[in-house]
């Protein structure tokens, strides 16, 4: 009797714990959190893409829950629309040139940018990871190197494929984006003087059904596992 | 019985109403959105100035191509009946059918640089990354298909006893080709010709993975919609409305070529008395 009584309470438990369970949501995020996402929450759905492109789709009223960009200019703007909540700031990055394995422009440090014929691959000037290489080369005063630019790509990651497919020799993306494909491309570092301030913010979407969910999973980004997956992916954690 | 015959005549033309609403709309959208004097404006940018000039420029070189060599290759599989051309044919057709996404992808790996034929491009000084050629390779693969369907039925449907009869009268095999079956079935490779420049002036996903997107360079008018949409909504739709009218005069000529030269006795009785004079 006691048993079968265990065994109900047990029952009701788990059947009250199961409906208590999070919806999933839906994230919106910067195409360089590609890998580090699935890792750290793979129940979630994702919808990866350049920043510029996924805020455009928010204000266009897209079901997201969650938007996570790679540049604080976006969120800011959907936030002071009233379309996000307050953003958070939860990672950090840095710019790299990211080369072939196989070099096939010899290149060394980013100043062989000026000397050698190379093919380039940057982001467009909006999507974040373009208007940083901008300003990297700003800061470096080589922004001539802009006519050596063979295509300009909407999001980082198909930047990565093209020079992984080895059609392009080098270009500009995040660090975390070499690690991720370290096995077809590898990273020539750009001076400490030269980086840009490249801050993810994370926001909850207004529109979103699921808000008090959607900050639950927010405020666990900056708990230990996602940080240390964060920090493992090369992020810049605080 | 009368009421049920009614019931499915209200529920065809309701369906048909559906139809052409849901498919209309989008259309009408692109139109309504934007005044046409700021239609104007958003074409004069230079981004879609450049995107024009490429667009236009890497379709009739393509369409060019798709021309010179779909034309004979059509005649010959209307003509030939040999084994496994049901194969042949299916081939030819096929990038019809497959996503373009798919069509990027195999051409990266056949002609990109460390696709198939990338070492030997290589070895030859041959570079196809990021250049018009690129644009008008991925255009060619996609459109082509359109063409030399259309041009087979076409060649098809020439009397094959007119050919014969120019044989008879002497003129040679490529005589026959060209002032025979080509004139007779111009009006088909007329239309062939403009379904393939409408999807090829469409063409997107295989340019933008094989080809990049770069203004002026390999940027097309898709490719340009595709980067503006979320920075200048109004100047994505000012190009899109320019290609709603572009593939929309494409098909006009693609369904009125036919009727327009249909009066085969005098079509007919003129090839044939130029070949045998």
């Known amino acids: 009797m006691k048993l079968a009584l265990a065994a109900c309470t047990a029952l009701v438990l788990a059947s009250g714990a199961a409906a208590a369970e999070p919806p999933q949501l839906t994230v919106y995020a910067a195409a ?3 890998e580090v996402l699935p890792r750290i929450d793979a129940r979630q759905r994702y919808s990866f893409g350049g920043s510029n492109q996924l805020a455009f789709q928010v204000r266009q009223g897209a079901p997201a829950d969650v938007f996570m960009s790679a540049s604080p200019e976006f969120t800011q703007a959907l ?21 072939p394995r196989s070099n096939p422009a010899g290149l ?40 050596k630019v063979v295509s300009e790509e909407p999001d980082v990651k198909s930047i990565v494929g093209k020079i992984a497919l080895g059609q392009a020799d080098a270009g500009f993306v995040y660090t975390t984006d070499v690690r991720a494909a370290s096995d077809r491309i590898r990273a020539i570092a750009i001076p ?15 529109s979103s059904e699921h808000r008090a ?12 596992r996602a940080r240390r997956l964060l920090r493992a992916s090369g992020f810049g954690i605080k | 019985m009368n009421v049920r015959r009614a019931a499915f005549s209200a529920a065809l033309t309701a369906s048909t109403a559906i139809v052409i609403a849901f498919l209309l709309l989008p259309v009408v959208a692109i139109f309504v959105d934007v005044p046409p004097g700021q239609l104007l404006d958003g074409l004069r940018s230079d981004a879609a100035a450049e995107a024009l000039r490429v667009t236009v420029k890497t379709n009739v070189i ?14 010959q599989l209307a003509r030939r009946r040999f084994r496994g051309r049901a194969l042949v044919v299916t081939l030819v057709e096929l990038p019809l059918v497959l996503p373009p996404a798919v069509a990027g992808v195999g051409l990266l790996a056949a002609f990109g640089t460390l696709g198939l034929l990338g070492g030997t491009l290589d070895a030859l000084g041959v570079s196809i990354a990021f250049t018009q050629t690129a644009v008008v390779m991925a255009v060619a693969f996609v459109a082509s298909p359109f063409y030399i369907r259309t041009a087979i039925a076409a060649f098809e449907a020439v009397d094959p006893a ?64 595709y980067e503006l949409f979320d920075v200048d909504f109004d100047a994505a739709l000012a190009v899109s409305a ?32 130029s070949t045998s004079s």
């Open chain 2, 62 to 75: 393509a369409l060019a191509l798709v021309l010179l060599f779909g034309t004979p290759a059509a005649y």
């Open chain 2, 242 to 273: 320019l290609l709603v009218v572009v593939s929309g005069t494409l098909l006009l000529v693609a369904k009125l070529l036919p009727t327009w030269t249909r009066s085969p006795s005098t079509f007919l009785s003129g090839s044939v008395r």
């Open chain 1, 192 to 206: 400490p003087w030269a980086q840009p301030k490249v801050h993810y913010e994370v926001a909850v979407v207004r």
């Open chain 1, 108 to 147: 060394r440090t980013v100043f062989d940018l000026k000397r050698k014929d190379v093919k380039l691959v940057v982001g467009t000037a909006r999507v974040p990871v373009g208007s940083y290489t901008r300003i990297v080369l700003r800061k470096l005063a080589m922004t001539s190197v802009l006519t």
């Open chain 2, 162 to 225: 007119l050919l014969d009869a120019a044989r008879t009268l002497g003129a040679g095999p490529g005589r026959v080709f060209v002032r025979v079956a080509l004139p007779l079935a111009a009006s088909g490779l007329g239309a062939g010709a403009a379904l393939a420049f409408a999807r090829g002036v469409g063409e997107f996903g295989a340019t933008i993975m094989f080809a990049g997107s770069l203004r002026g360079v390999t940027q097309t008018l898709s490719l340009a919609i």
């Open chain 1, 32 to 34: 360089s959190l590609t």
């Open chain 1, 213 to 224: 969910a959607a900050r639950a999973w927010i405020a666990r980004l900056s708990q230990g």
């Open chain 1, 79 to 99: 936030f002071k629309d009233g379309l996000v909540e307050r953003p958070h700031r939860f990672c950090s990055n840095k710019l790299v040139l990211a080369v």
